[in-house]
């Protein structure tokens, strides 16, 4: 199966900061990935597909990229409600699989 | 839009079959192209793909589990269901139910998950 590593595991920053999350695939799942945000007590919400295209309902300062093996997750100038923690997924193969998470915490 | 609600024990004995049902509201679960699936998450494996059932007959299971995991669909009642025989401690997660948007999709929507306990 394809194994996904996100880093790093917390993240710690500051409201209006910029955010710089990784996800890296095994091996090469072209830009079939997804990045899911949670909040405490709430299942994952699809947050970007496709490696870069924004899911409905989120702004503009979530942006996603990479391709191959190697993908960035970024949220420019964090607003309070962006403090969760964020699963890549890759569905280029089954079973499809999910890396352990990035929290990302207010400083 | 279409949504997705688990329902089912919340607690399971070990060595007893743990089963979960989706109802799928808002949309046919006839319609589409789309893979019903089940996604289990535990603070000590993460998230984890268990199941998918598609077109009503075609199914796949993750391999992890596919000795003990049956998923089955029900199209009168716009549900889908999840057996896992023989659980242990290490089965007890927050279960979700959701719908893969196609074969090179993302998982969306999501059910708001269901905790399940195996203890006795």
């Known amino acids: 199966e394809i194994v996904m590593t996100q880093s790093p595991a917390t993240l710690s920053v500051s409201p209006g900061e910029r955010a710089t999350l990784s996800c890296r695939a095994s091996?090469?799942?072209?830009?079939?990935l997804a990045w899911y945000q949670q909040k405490p007590g709430q299942a994952p919400r699809l947050l970007i597909y496709?490696?870069?295209t924004r899911a409905a309902g989120f702004p503009a300062r979530f942006s996603g990229s990479g391709s191959g093996t190697d993908f960035t997750l970024t949220i420019r100038s964090l607003q309070s409600e962006d403090f969760a923690v964020y699963f890549c997924q890759q569905y280029n193969a089954w079973p499809r699989t999910f890396g352990q998470g990035t929290k990302v915490e207010s400083k | 839009q279409v949504q997705l609600q688990e329902s089912g024990p919340g607690l399971v004995k070990p060595s007893q079959t743990l089963s979960l049902t989706c109802t799928v509201s808002g949309g046919s679960i006839s319609s589409g192209d789309y893979y019903w699936s089940w996604i289990r998450q535990s603070p000590g494996k993460g998230l984890e793909w268990i199941a998918y059932?598609?077109?009503?007959?075609?199914?796949d299971y993750n391999p992890s589990l596919k000795s003990r995991v049956f998923i089955s669909i029900d199209k009168s009642k716009n549900q889908f269901s999840l057996k896992l025989t023989s659980v242990t401690a290490a089965d007890t997660a927050v279960y979700y139910c959701?719908?893969?948007?196609?074969?090179?999709?993302?998982?969306?929507?999501w059910g708001q998950g269901a905790l399940v306990t195996v203890s006795s």
């Open positions: 496709g490696a870069s």
């Open positions: 959701v719908r893969g948007r196609g074969w090179l999709q993302p998982f969306d929507p």
């Open positions: 091996q090469s799942i072209t830009s079939d």
């Open positions: 059932i598609y077109n009503s007959e075609s199914t």
